[in-house]
């Protein structure tokens, strides 16, 4: 229970155009999603929040006109990457509270981002 | 903003032996995390700490916590070449969530 799908697994796409991303919880309902990115050999950077049936809550930083992020389902999260970059290439990862207990966090696969 | 360090790095470890992964975090917090990450993959969770002194142990990994030093520790006994992976661990206050700079530890026979 309380896994949390993420697709694609990986993407390649060229500069200039824009990609989407799905995080779904698959057996739960999940009114916050998270998203972040990580470099190579780096670690993970919390982009936004993503709340359902609300607008995003973005950190320090990030261009949320870049970044957008829909979260119009309780199972549901998309982040798109608009006008990629080169420089946007980096492991997406979303993550959902683990509603088996208060604490826990269930992650995503992760999506592997290549803008060429 | 809360800033959480590591310490080592890079850590590489002879079967067998044993080691120590330090956890510094800057403020209070809420709890405490440790995850695994192997490469190209996702990330697995160990272990949550919620309260100081907490202690757990799973297999050849032993976790704690000390609040009053914000200072986690993951303990690795007789490593073995499976563990090698980037251990991470992540301080959460609120809904908020930072993660370390992560150890990237290669156990070598």
């Known amino acids: 229970g309380a896994v949390v799908s993420q697709h694609p697994s990986w993407v390649i796409c060229k500069s200039g155009t824009s990609v989407k991303i799905e995080c779904r919880s698959l057996?739960?309902?999940?009114?916050?999603m998270f998203w972040y990115r990580q470099f190579p050999k780096q670690s993970l950077m919390l982009m936004a929040t993503s709340n359902e049936g609300s607008k995003a809550t973005y950190e320090q930083g990030v261009e949320k006109d870049k970044f957008l992020i829909n979260h119009a389902s309780l199972t549901l999260s998309t982040l798109t990457v608009t006008s990629a970059h080169p420089e946007d290439s980096s492991f997406y990862i979303c993550?959902?509270?683990?509603?088996?207990?208060?604490?826990?966090?269930?992650f995503g696969s992760g999506t592997r981002l290549t803008v060429v | 903003e809360l800033k959480v360090e590591q310490n080592p790095l890079f850590l590489s470890m002879q079967e067998g032996k044993n080691y120590t992964i330090y956890c510094n975090y800057s403020?209070?917090?809420?709890?405490l995390y440790w995850y695994r990450q192997d490469p190209g993959k996702s990330l697995e969770s160990l272990f949550v700490?919620?309260?100081?002194?907490a202690v757990k142990q799973e297999g050849r990994l032993m976790a704690s916590l000390d609040t009053k030093a914000r200072l986690s520790t993951l303990h690795i006994t007789a490593a073995v070449h499976d563990l090698s992976a980037t251990y991470f661990c992540a301080v959460a206050t609120g809904n908020q969530f930072y993660f370390g700079t992560g150890t990237s530890l290669t156990v070598i026979p």
């Open positions: 993550s959902a509270r683990d509603p088996r207990g208060p604490y826990g966090y269930t």
């Open positions: 057996d739960f309902q999940a009114t916050t």
């Open positions: 403020t209070t917090s809420d709890r």
């Open positions: 700490l919620l309260s100081n002194g």
